[in-house]
């Protein structure tokens, strides 16, 4: 399952520019046990969006293969509120388990299901159209 560290890794230049309203990102990674106390506090103390959004993923990615996946089911579960348009279909190709219970994310929304194989097919046409952004 390293590709969910790697799914994030490889979108990170462009969800620290489009992922939005990071107080509801930090508060679901603290419900879902991602995020302590400290981290929270430490992330409420940067200055600028930006960093804010940088320290998200690189503390995520760092805590590896779970917290990764946890971010990706809080962005899917409530794209409308955290990412920008354009990476909609970004996080609609990933491939999410089957056995996921329904969303627990605070203010959830829908999920899509998509099989690995249109999952690749459809992640490298969205690759490409990053490039092009």
Known sequence: HQGRIYYLSNT???LVTCMKNLPLIIENLYQKKVFNDYEVDALKAEKTEFDKATCILDWV?????EASYELLKILDHIRKRTLDPGLHPWISCFPFRDE???PSCLFG???EKVSVNIWMTRYKE???LFLLF
């Open 12 to 14: 990170r230049r462009d």
């Open 61 to 65: 990615i760092n805590k590896g293969d």
């Open 100 to 102: 996921d219970p329904e």
């Open 109 to 111: 929304g829908t999920k």
């Open 126 to 128: 969205t690759s490409v």
